[in-house]
T-cell receptor, first 111, second 114 residues
Framework: EDQVTQSPEALRLQEGESSSLNCSYT??????LFWYRQDPGKGPEFLFTLYSAGEEKEKERLKATLTKKESFLHITAPKPEDSATYLCAFYSGGGADGLTFGKGTHLIIQP | DSGVTQTPKHLITATGQRVTLRCSPRSGDLSVYWYQQSLDQGLQFLIQ???????AKGNILERFSAQQFPDLHSELNLSSLELGDSALYFCASSADGTGGTEAFFGQGTRLTVV
């Protein structure tokens, strides 16, 4: 069964302390790996799409990478405004055309 | 602002009732997706419409239905509501019909069934 697992469930960092969030996936035919950011009570905000192993994308303090089994979201020198839940999702195109989401990593950046 | 508009923002209703949630996609987007987010299940795909036609179904209950109108707005109808249907319901839109392109989410409708 296709599935996605995110770790850790929660992460507390000091401002400026870099770290990485993990997204492990098992899917028969990956056609897209997505990262979203979600603030409390709000809709997910699109960050990145990765399509093939070895691909990397960057946006401000965030960089997403993809291997054949995992994706990482690297956060460099985070600020308190980076606090949010980060969601990973994949699209396999195997019938249902929606995204399959992980449970997310709840990130808190302390000043 | 993603450009996707959902109404209402909050809805409180009783068990057994029926409600309708509305979504206006981003200008130019032909696909609309509906998702349910609960604390224990996370974000679950319900259904997709593309240019007025049902494109794909996910974990949608038979008590739930949706449609997309000629102006591309969509409605999600939830009937015979149960306590367990309390959740955030999100609409997302994308430019084409494949799930492999980025989708942009609305702010959601928080449904509380009492």
């Amino acid at each position: 069964e296709d599935q996605v697992t995110q770790s850790p469930e929660a992460l507390r960092l000091q401002e400026g302390e870099s770290s990485s969030l993990n997204c492990s996936y098992t899917v028969s035919g990956l056609r897209g790996l997505f990262w979203y950011r979600q603030d409390p009570g709000k809709g997910p905000e699109f960050l990145f799409t990765l399509y093939s192993a070895g691909e990397e994308k960057e946006k401000e303090r965030l960089k997403a990478t993809l291997t054949k089994k995992e994706s990482f979201l690297h956060i460099t020198a985070p600020k308190p405004e980076d606090s949010a839940t980060y969601l990973c999702a994949f699209y396999s195109g195997g019938g249902a055309d929606g995204l399959t989401f992980g449970k997310g990593t709840h990130l808190i950046i302390q000043p | 602002d993603s450009g996707v508009t959902q109404t209402p923002k909050h809805l409180i209703t009783a068990t057994g009732q029926r409600v309708t949630l509305r979504c206006s996609p981003r200008s130019g987007d032909l696909s609309v997706y509906w998702y349910q987010q609960s604390l224990d299940q996370g974000l679950q795909f319900l259904i997709q419409y593309y240019n007025g036609e049902e494109r794909a179904k996910g974990n949608i209950l038979e008590r739930f239905s949706a449609q997309q109108f000629p102006d591309l707005h969509s409605e999600l109808n939830l009937s015979s509501l149960e306590l367990g249907d309390s959740a955030l319901y999100f609409c997302a839109s994308s430019a084409d019909g494949t799930g492999g392109t980025e989708a942009f989410f609305g702010q959601g409708t928080r449904l509380t069934v009492v």
